[in-house]
């Protein structure tokens, strides 16, 4: 288990800004499967959903930032478990980009990758293994989603999700897998016991212009989509 609990770069969990915050949490005071619990919940709900400058960022910016997606937030999730003695690893895959269609939209979704590198946290707790997906979009933000969107009675792509279930997508975790955009994966790399080892085989795959243009232009865009859907009165 050592392999799944240490730190790195990237996992960069005994930084002073994550231990006094796990401090003012009091979460070691807490039993493991509400650690567990408690730690996800935060990061799904109180770290909002949105696009960061880029998926290889330290924990400890994932944090500042107050927001991620899928690969920043699996960050955020394992360093503040490791930090609590929570022993995990990532899995790491790609999805199709038709997820984001509504968060992006016009010229930067037809310019933007085919495939979207992603990646999801694997937790071991009670001598078992299990998959953190749901933790990616925040309950206000899906809330206004499945509003939005009351009239789906079938699969759902769109605005960051893709899930068989809009209506009561399997994002609640207590000993069980937790998914959101499980039924977009079209390619599998497996698993790696660190998000710095994945990053290590593989990236986004973008030119240095697009990828300039994403960070500077077309994230900034897509957050405020996301934004404009959580606020909706």
């Known amino acids: 288990m050592n392999a ?43 770290i909002q959903f949105g696009y960061n400058i880029s998926d290889g960022i330290s924990a400890t910016q994932v944090l500042q930032d107050g927001y991620g997606q899928c690969n920043t937030k699996a960050t955020l999730l ?5 930090a609590v003695g929570i022993p995990n690893r990532i899995h790491g895959f790609t999805i199709d980009k038709a ?6 939209t016009g010229v930067w979704y037809l ?28 309950k206000a933000y899906l809330t206004q989603l499945q509003q939005k969107n009351q009239d789906c009675t079938t699969s759902f792509c769109g605005y960051g999700a893709y899930t068989d279930d809009l209506k009561n997508p399997p994002i609640e975790w207590n000993l069980n897998h937790t998914y959101i955009q499980d ?6 790399f497996g698993i790696f016991d660190t998000p710095d080892d994945f990053y290590a085989k593989h990236q986004q795959q973008m030119s240095f212009f697009k990828k300039f243009i994403f960070q500077k232009f077309v994230r ?10 959580r606020n909706r009165s």
């Open 78 to 82: 394992m360093a503040l478990l490791r």
């Open 99 to 104: 997820l984001q269609k509504g968060a992006i």
């Open 220 to 229: 900034n865009i897509m957050n405020k989509n996301v934004a404009t859907i």
């Open 183 to 188: 039924k977009g994966i079209n390619q599998d």
């Open 111 to 138: 310019l933007s990758p085919k495939n979207i590198l992603h990646s999801w946290v694997e937790v071991f707790v009670e001598e078992k293994w299990y998959s953190m997906e749901g933790v990616i979009l925040d």
């Open 4 to 46: 799944y609990l240490k730190e790195t770069s990237i996992l960069n969990y005994s930084s002073p800004s994550i231990q006094s915050f796990i401090k003012s949490k009091n979460w070691l005071a807490l039993p493991p499967v509400e650690r567990v619990r408690t730690i996800y919940n935060f990061v799904r709900d109180d």
